[in-house]
Each structure stands twice: as C-alpha cells, then as structure tokens.
C-alpha cells in the first residue's frame, strides 16, 4: 500500500511538474480580420509553412460572423448570449450590447498573471469595465489608437475615407430603419506607402516585442491584424501584385440563387453586394487577394522573428480569423451572413515540439470558442472561470470530441436587428434570417455542396433534418437565454409561405 501511494505521489509531482513547464511557454495568437478560409494558398507562403508544422481545423467556424462579437466569444470561450457581446454597437441606442458582461472572465485578464502579455493591433475586445483602462488586467497595449497618435505627426493620413463608404440602410433595436454610411467594394493605391500602413506598423511593432523579450516571463503576444477587412486603400506592392488572369473566383461569385434568403436584401450586404455584377467582382477579387498577400508577409515577420529569437519551436501559435468575407459569393458583400464565406473561418495551432499530435488536419465541425479552452487545457490554467467551448486536444491527439454540434448568432452590426441564427451538424447547415417577424430557412449539405447553392429545406425529403435542427437551434437559443424567439410551428410557416420550388412552378 505504501509503494502505491508513493507511485501516486510521484505521478501528481511528475503531472505537476509538467503543467508549471507548460506555464512557461510562449504563447502567439494571430487574428485576420475579414479573412475567407478559402483564402489561403498562392498567396500565402509564411502562413502555409505554419499549417505544414501545426494541425489544421478545416472546419472552424466563428461563433459570430461580425467582428466585435466574434472576438467577445473567441476570448471568454462563451457564446455571444452567454457573455453578452451581441453586435459591434455603433449606434448609441443600442451600444450596449457591445460589452462582455462584468464578471466574464477572460483570456487577457487570466494570461495576463502570468505571462508578459501584450496586444497588438485592432482592438475590437470591448468589456465592461473598459478591459484597456481596468488596473487589474496586466496587458500592454497597442492599438489603433497608437498608430494614428505614431501617424498624425508625420503628416500622412490612414487609409481609406469617404469615397470607400455609400449610404445603406439598418434596423435599429429591431424597430426602426436609419441609413448610414458602410464601407463598399471600391480599391485604390494607398500613395503613402507601405510603411505607413497600419497592418505594417502592427506587424514591425509585433517582431520588436518577440526580439526584445527578456524572458524573465513567458511572452503572450495577440497581434490583431486589419487585413484583409475593407477599405480596399492598398499600399505598393501589393494594390496591382495580383492579377486577375492569376484567379479564378468561385462559381458562386455575383450568383442570387433560388433558394436563397430574399431577407437578405434588407440588410448590408445585400443591399451593397447585388448591385456588383460577376464582372465587376472579377476586379474586385486580386486587391482582396493583394491585401490577403500583405497579410501573409506581416505574419511572416512575426515568425521570422520568432525563429531568430529561438522561442518559434517551444511556442504555440495559433493563426485564425475573427469572420471571413462573402466577396460577392451568393451577391453578397462583407460578412454578417451564415454562408460558409462568411461564417467559416481558419484555424491553424502550432504545438510546441515536446508535443506531438496524432493528426495534421481534422474536419469536425468546431468553433472559435474552443480556442480559450483549448490554451487552458494545454497549459494547464488554473481560475479561468467558465467557458462554453471544449478543447480540441482530444481532436489533435486523434481522438473523440466531446460535441456534435456548432452554433452562431447574428444579431446586427452597429444596431440591434435583422438577426439569424444557425447551426451545423456534420454535414448539415440549417440557417435561420429574419427580419421583424418574418423568418426565412436555409438547409445545405455543405460536403456535397460546399457552395451552397441548392437550398434544401423546402425539399420534403429533407423535412425530418429541418425539424431536427430546429428543434436543436430552440434548445440551444433557451439554455443560453437568446433575446430572440421564434414560433414552434416554425417550419410549417415557412413552408406555408415559400412552398416548395417545384410546387410554384406547376413542374
């Protein structure tokens, strides 16, 4: 008996020995903004090399395909509804669902005990109270706000402006429609060059951090990349280094089909997105693809950086995206849609090498959620409070994950309106827009038709699958306290009013 207790004891010294090692490893997390997970290949080099050494999660999707939610729940691993950042809240009426709930514990708050943390770049992360200015959260700051103060005595303006904006209309608290100006798919040269461009700022900013650790702390550094999000005000060489002969964009691109939500016209990116033809997005898709190169470059100084410091084997990096861009996929332009475009996002994590998974790719469905979960298992964290997501080690290690499903909410950019809701189960999508108290369903096998162009849910053969997830949608929406409620007879209403296609045409 003794001997066991003494192989116990061993065992629990040995276990944590291993998890205070692990608190000492230097953790980088690279975030795009606006990035299609389709993206990646000819012009991303530095980020495919990462893929090479790390695992992939082909199927990661955001848990909001906008940005502020989207990195709410990406940095508490809670579901928009659970921690309270529902739309980005530009509007005064309804800015107040913007911020994380006091009390929600998060990434920067926990990481920021141990490891010298920093935060580089956009900072789309709002929390109640003020995350930047709350004493007790030990992470250093540069921001937007750092680059134009770097900018203004220089003389040279940031990109973009007014002539990147047209006026477009948004329902405000679900009641009421105003305009206001959003950015549009124009492109022109950035003049003033690369160096003051603000994703060069933050990558040179990123690689100075990495050279001048001192190592008396792990290194936790989270750069926040604007590319590739519009304006499209691009700097040499990227504007015109990529050309449209060198393309080819997706059969969807400038496409409104059938089945397809006619809700969306109500809402940005509809409204903006079909007035582009297929040839007119032709133009459009290499200074998305030069700005998606651009990116690719500042990811590579982050690395190169880390390679010349010798922390790139014993670091665990993760590359990912806070939404993707629709890029005039489905006649639909930015993102605040469930389409794959959209909602479906990279994810890459490189393990430090005294780990080794059992896998290089995984396709089961996960979310952006997972990730903080993921670091707390990984390293081994103590008091991070609770999270909605579950790690992906058991899927880098091979083995099981512990859930089927994955849910995203959207519930408006700068206003509280015009909300869907979705979920994916294996090969199935079902969506669920709305405007006021009309509800539109959308059903994809989306390994069949990763497109998404034949919708599915006014097929009766399909009409058991649509139930299913509807019902799997309700329960989800109750236990996580949605403001949004829908009918139960809500597919018998729908069908009622969009009968099947081939009933419409006599056929």
């Known amino acids: 008996m003794k001997k066991i207790l003494t192989i116990a004891l061993l065992q629990l010294l040995a276990l944590h020995s291993i998890k205070a090692q692990q608190k000492n490893i230097p953790v980088i997390i690279i975030m795009a903004d606006q990035l299609r997970y389709d993206a990646l290949g000819a012009y991303t080099p530095h980020i495919n090399a990462l893929k090479k050494d790390g ?3 082909s199927r990661t999707y955001t848990a909001s395909p906008i940005c502020v939610p989207s990195r709410g729940a990406f940095f508490t691993g809670r579901y928009p509804n659970n921690n309270g950042s529902l739309l980005n809240g530009w509007v005064a009426q309804d800015e107040h669902y ?39 959260v030990n992470v250093q700051w540069i921001t937007q706000k750092t680059y134009q103060q770097w900018l203004a005595p220089q003389g040279v303006k940031k990109p973009g402006g007014k002539e990147f904006t047209d006026f477009a209309p948004e ?15 124009a492109h022109k040269r950035y003049k003033e060059g690369l160096r003051y461009f603000p994703d060069d700022y933050f990558g040179e900013r990123s690689a100075g951090i990495i050279r001048q650790h001192d190592g008396k702390k792990p290194l936790m550094l989270a750069t926040m990349f604007m590319s590739p999000h519009p304006p499209f005000h691009i700097p040499d060489p990227y504007y015109d280094k990529v050309k449209k002969q060198d393309i080819s964009i997706p059969a969807n691109v400038g496409q409104w089909y059938s089945g397809q939500s006619p809700l969306q016209l109500y809402a940005l990116g509809g409204f903006i997105g079909a007035r582009y033809s297929r040839q007119q997005w032709e133009d459009v898709w290499p200074r998305y693809m030069g700005l998606v190169n651009l990116l690719d470059d500042e990811t590579g100084k982050i690395i190169a950086a880390l390679k010349e410091k010798g922390m790139y084997d014993d670091a665990l990096i993760i590359f990912t995206a806070d939404h993707g861009e629709m890029l005039g996929s489905h006649s639909l332009w930015m993102k605040m849609c469930m389409y794959e ?13 005294s780990f080794r998974p059992a896998v290089k790719e995984t396709a089961h469905p996960v979310s952006l959620i997972d990730v903080w979960p993921t670091l707390i298992d990984y390293l081994g964290i103590s008091g991070a409070g609770a999270t909605d997501g579950s790690s992906l080690l058991p899927l880098a290690k091979g083995q099981a994950f512990p859930r089927s499903k994955v849910f995203i909410q959207y519930d408006g950019n700068a206003a509280y309106g015009s909300n869907q809701r979705c ?60 403001l949004l409620a829908f009918p139960d007879n809500l597919y018998q209403q729908f069908i009622t009013n969009y009968p099947p296609l081939h009933e419409k045409s006599g056929s």
């Open 55 to 57: 695992v992939v999660f």
């Open 423 to 482: 979920v994916v189960s294996g090969q199935y999508k079902l969506i669920m827009d709305t405007f006021r108290k009309e509800a539109y369903l959308e059903l994809y096998n989306v390994e069949k038709d990763p497109q998404e162009k034949e919708n599915l849910a006014t097929n009766p053969a399909y009409q058991a699958i649509c139930r299913q997830l509807i019902r799997d949608l309700q329960e989800h929406m109750r236990q996580t306290g949605d």
């Open 341 to 353: 475009e959209s909602a479906r996002v990279p994810l890459i994590i490189k393990f430090p090498r």
């Open 171 to 185: 329902l405000v608290s679900g009641a009421y429609t105003h305009t206001k100006r959003y950015t549009i798919p």
């Open 98 to 136: 913007r911020n994380v709930k006091k009390g929600t514990r998060n990434l920067y708050e926990t990481m920021g005990r141990h490891w010298n943390a920093w935060h580089v770049g956009k900072q789309h992360f709002f929390t109640q109270p003020d995350i930047e200015k709350d004493a007790a």
